[in-house]
């Protein structure tokens, strides 16, 4: 015991705890950025950093990164573990990194404030030799209408750029979004443009539709970007003894943090008075409906179809609901939704088909729909409507309830069966009216099919035979099936899985979902942790597409999509 208490305590001498907070510089130009580092000597494991302070005047661009290097100096060895931050300061002046307080080894420390000055003295319109605009085409708009959003990337003609990080939107409070175009690597249009009277190569980082929505405050959020700028040789002797070629390979880089201004966005009010059925759309469309047989008799399908087309927000209004005559049984409708991108504008069309089942004889009207809107061409209000259409339906008046709640697909099927199996009166005879027992077969399985919809409900608690249900309960194997397509492409199967799931399992009509859309559908389902990592899963499938960066996850990004989706499932169930 006297010899593990001496051993313990030479350890302790030899290896003493030590902790060193520092940063690369303390006077730094605007946009510039600086390292953070803590080295802890002595210590098992890495310590436990609480960086929440720092955020309030510091914006963390990398990090925290881990490094250990060992040393024997006269004998004795010395184990030191490093973090390293990289920080760009939110504003010019003077600021300080507070005290950083964190754990070693269950031991707590704290450091002293660390003072920085930021300064902006460079010359008179060299601040703007790199820089990213936030263009918009309209900066007052009414809630529903789409402004159309462009980040570009404005580079100097002397300016030269060797390194950029992956551009990553932001979110988009108070806005729903639709993709736009978004680049798959950094390409400067032909022509170089004149801003401010001085010429610049400009490349598109990306576009989006927004679409403003109820909420307290609208504005375009200020973005950031990591760059590696080339310093210019200021020595302009040439080294008679060394080749100018190879210049090149010794090329100094800066890093810079390049971010765009905060744009605000005005809604304007609607002009009163209101229609008394506006739901929200806003734009330009037309109404249309169909039907594919105005003769039935009692009992047969009927398909009805409404057909909305436009350019505005679809999407994010309901269509008119229609009261069908009381005999006429109406099955909720499949929703079908198509976007397309003209000029910018989105456009695209949202149509809706019922199955209708006349249960009496008789002439029956399907109504008019009637909707309005805002139009934007006008700026005033507009209104649209169909033609109501007559029905003929014949036959005897026969109860039918036992085909309630069956869908399209499966009313098809049963008529088909029930045809099949009509025979002649001589064929009737020649067995002297005698079921064989195929018609007891029958008449038994058509039983279990007409109550399975009573069971399923009551035991599974969800009804099989309606799509919606159908669609939120398969959407996790969908999904896992998608996961399992043999593809070298992961993070675009990752991706694809896990934007399927989302729109099966909310039964989206949209197909057009970002990482954004995700993080707010999901927002009130899942817990943050989970959410986060899946946001943070979608955004690695868009980065590693194009960027060589995030090869070492291209293995294990599909497990970890599997993982999530499964634990998000069970959220639901």
């Not at 032909?190 to 001085?198: D, I, M």
């Not at 436009?310 to 005999?327: A, I, S």
């Not at 099927?413 to 079921?435: A, G, P, Q």
Request: positive net charge; proline residues 5%.
């Amino acid at each position: 015991m006297k010899l593990f208490v001496i051993i313990l305590l030479f350890l302790n001498v030899i290896f003493p705890q030590t902790v060193n907070v520092s940063v690369d510089k303390q006077v730094m130009q605007e946009g510039d950025v600086l390292q953070l580092i803590i080295e802890v000597s002595g210590a098992k494991d890495f310590p436990k950093i609480e960086m929440d302070k720092i955020k309030k005047n510091f914006e963390f661009v990398g990090g925290p990164y881990e490094q250990t290097s060992i040393e024997v100096i006269n004998g004795k060895m010395k184990d030191t573990k490093t973090l390293t931050w990289t920080l760009s300061p939110r504003k010019t002046g003077n600021i300080t990194i507070p005290e950083i307080q964190g754990l070693i080894d269950g031991k707590r420390f704290v450091s002293k404030p660390i003072k920085i000055s930021v300064v902006n003295n460079l010359k008179k319109g060299s601040e703007n030799s790199v820089f990213i605009l936030a263009e918009v085409d309209k900066e007052t708009a009414y809630l529903g209408e789409q402004i159309t959003l462009t980040y570009k990337l404005y580079v100097d003609l002397n300016t030269k750029i060797s390194g950029i990080d992956q551009f990553q939107m932001p979110d988009f409070n108070g806005f729903w979004v639709e993709e736009i175009f978004t680049p798959q690597r950094l390409q400067y249009q032909n022509k170089n443009v004149l801003f401010q009277g001085r010429k610049y190569q400009v490349a598109n980082l990306g576009q989006r539709a927004l679409f403003p929505i109820a909420a307290d405050k609208h504005f375009i959020p200020a973005v950031s970007i990591k760059t590696q700028i080339e310093k210019k040789n200021r020595n302009k002797r040439r080294d008679p003894f060394f080749d100018p070629f190879f210049n090149s390979f010794f090329t100094e880089t800066q890093t810079k943090i390049i971010k765009s201004k905060k744009r605000n966005i005005t809604i304007k009010p609607f002009p009163e008075p209101k229609p008394t059925d506006f739901s929200g759309a806003v734009g330009d469309f037309k109404i249309n409906v169909a039907i594919d047989q105005k003769e039935v008799e009692v009992n047969d399908g009927i398909i009805f179809t409404i057909i909305l087309e436009g350019t505005g927000n679809l999407g994010l209004f309901t269509l008119p609901k229609v009261e069908f005559h009381q005999d006429l049984e109406a099955f909720p409708p499949n929703d079908d939704y198509k976007k397309d991108v003209f000029r910018n504008q989105i456009t695209g069309s949202q149509k809706l088909e019922y199955v209708l089942i006349p249960r009496k004889p008789g002439h029956f009207e399907i109504p008019m729909i009637e909707m309005s809107f805002f139009n934007l061409k006008l700026d005033s209000w507009s209104s649209i409507k169909t033609d109501p259409i007559k029905i003929k339906v014949t036959g005897n008046n026969v109860e039918s309830d036992n085909l309630t709640g069956l869908t399209k697909k499966e009313i098809e099927l049963i008529s088909e069966d029930i045809r099949f199996i009509k025979t002649n009166s001589s064929e009737m005879n020649t067995i002297e009216n005698k079921l064989s027992t195929a018609n007891y077969l029958f008449y038994f399985l058509s039983t279990i099919i007409f109550f399975l919809p009573v069971f399923s409900k009551k035991i599974m608690k969800t009804n099989l035979f309606r799509v919606d249900d159908r669609r939120k309960k398969n959407a996790i194997k969908k999904s896992l099936k998608i996961l399992k397509t043999k593809n070298p492409d992961s993070f675009n199967i990752a991706s694809k899985a896990i934007y399927t799931y989302i729109q099966e399992r909310l039964l989206l009509s949209s197909k057009n979902l970002d990482p954004n859309t995700a993080k707010s559908l999901l927002r009130n389902y899942v817990d943050d942790v989970t959410l986060k990592e899946l946001i943070n899963i979608l955004k690695i499938c868009d980065a590693g597409k194009y960027s060589p960066t995030y090869k070492e996850e291209l293995h294990t990004i599909i497990p970890k999509t599997k993982n999530i989706l499964q634990n998000i499932d069970k959220v639901f169930r």
